[in-house]
């Protein structure tokens, strides 16, 4: 994989996280947090838990498919980024626009109470 892949892959994991950890067991919380947020090794998490690599290995594939099918059946991380692109065009078409200045003001106040019901 290259570097990269591997970097959009530990982004896309960590945001999956952020989403869903509460759904996890603690054993997935624990070795994804080691392996993508702290950038452990696979023979360093398999030393602190008395385990096999290959044991750390599966344990972490499984933990970041129960996040691919959370993601698959309720989308959270995928509306998230829809709901940022609308911010940010309509940010954009306010800052483009001839709006009078009390529109402008108040599309701001709307769109700030949008982004803080996430």
């Known amino acids: ?3 990269g892949n ?4 530990t982004n896309r994991i960590n945001l999956l996280f952020a989403f869903y950890e509460p759904l996890l067991t603690d054993k997935q919380q624990t070795f994804l947090k080691y392996y993508f947020h702290d950038d452990f090794s696979l023979g360093e998490i398999a ?3 008395e385990i096999s690599r290959q ?11 129960v996040l691919e099918n959370y993601e698959t059946k309720l989308g959270l991380l995928s509306k998230h980024e829809t709901r940022t692109m609308y911010f940010g065009e ?3 078409i306010r800052n483009e626009a001839a709006l009078p200045e009390s529109y402008g003001q108040r599309l701001n106040e709307i769109v700030d109470s949008l982004e803080n019901l996430e």
Do not use: D
């Not at 591997?6 to 892959?9: D, H, I, N, V």
């Not at 044991?55 to 498919?65: G, L």
């Open 6 to 9: 591997r970097l959009e892959k």
């Open 47 to 49: 030393a602190e838990f």
């Open 90 to 92: 309509l940010r954009r």
């Open 1 to 3: 994989m290259s570097q």
């Open 55 to 65: 044991a750390v290995y599966e344990h972490i594939k499984r933990a970041e498919q």
